[in-house]
């Protein structure tokens, strides 16, 4: 399948990589044509890159792993003819740095980021995955042993299908694979990654996910 | 230990329950000294009732059940004099149902409720917990079997200390309580409570929580 991955950050980065080991064929997309991650990106791994429209424009299927803060623009910069009708993997998260560290959490008017860009783009098929651990655990869950979970939403049950089918290429397992239905669930996933950095800070490691429990 | 339990939904008459069955006098305050549920809660269980100033008063513990988006309100008019030097575990949960389900969070300027709370009464100590979880998981965690956790978030180490020995004798065990660190860190568990409502839609089940796992 060819893939866009849009971001050129750890998290673009190591999902463009995977993304090729399992045998897709990745462009990366930046802002600009001449991004020097994404080269570099593309020199190690045989991928392409190019711009944002440059990525989105062949793909099948987009992976959006921008800033959730500029996520909406990147979006509108590949293009609403490049996304009609695809599967748009929202794997941002939306924090503001601006007053420090820890983060703080944005909450766009629509509620989330992923709804934010189903708004702009109605004839794409957002799902919210992955943005709620590590991208090493991303891409290689078994880091972690246990039946630690990872959340789905999005409104089209066609592409959650596509996209639990891509994560399970991944290396998850189909019962650490839980949907939580709707795209407007992404509300409560997209502030995951704050308890993942207070338990990075709390426990010393990079390899941490939750799971769920029920009684 | 006398406390004081600021909240009369279901929270609130929970956790004032579970403290009068573990040995504590218990005051449950509210808006007015004549709120409905507070006095059935009282005449119920041989509790207190009162206004938050009331229950506050004569407290060594304060329990914050109040709604996140009035909690500031309410500790105020409790009264700076009677939170000075006293322990309030912060419970509360900042949601905006003002369009609907399902809600929005609110990230308050402070960053969280807890830091809001701190802030304005620089005297007490907040510890934020219990908030993750649903209200007869908090008093009765055994309803989940298995190493859920539950989450500390606190500035001064002998107030988090107090809660945790509180939780233990709700029933929590020691490595289910989980110390993220610096009061700042309940940025990343106010928002729990939105993961509980996605998964409860998604489930079918009230007794949900959630675990770490680490690699």
Chains 1, 2 share one sequence.
């Not at 708004?119 to 943005?131: E, G, I, M, S």
Request: charge should be negative; charged fraction near 20%; hydrophobic fraction near 45%.
């Amino acid at each position: 399948m060819r893939v866009a991955v849009l971001g050129t950050g750890q998290v673009g980065r190591r999902l463009a990589s995977k993304l090729i080991e399992v045998g897709h064929v990745v462009t990366m997309g930046s802002r600009t044509a001449d991004n020097a991650d994404a080269a570099a990106w593309a020199a190690e791994t045989g991928g392409a890159h190019g711009t944002f429209a440059d990525a989105a424009a062949d793909a099948e299927l987009i992976v959006n792993a921008t800033s959730g803060t500029v996520s909406l623009a990147a979006l509108t910069a590949a293009g609403a003819d490049n996304l009609r009708g695809k599967v748009i993997v929202d794997v941002s998260n939306p924090l503001d740095f601006s007053q420090g560290f820890p983060p703080k959490l944005v909450v766009p008017e629509a509620g989330s980021v992923a709804e934010s860009l189903q708004q702009a783009f109605p004839d794409a098929f957002v799902v919210k995955t992955l943005n709620s651990t590590n991208n090493q655990v991303m891409v290689d869950p078994g880091r972690i042993p246990g039946r630690h979970s990872l959340f789905l939403s999005g409104d089209d049950a066609d592409a959650k299908d596509q996209v639990a089918e891509l994560l399970r290429s991944f290396g998850w397992a189909a019962d650490q694979l839980v949907d939580l239905g709707p795209l407007n669930t992404a509300r409560s996933t997209e502030p995951l990654v704050l308890l993942w950095v207070s338990l990075y800070q709390a426990l010393g490691t990079e390899d941490i996910n939750i799971g769920v429990f029920t009684g």
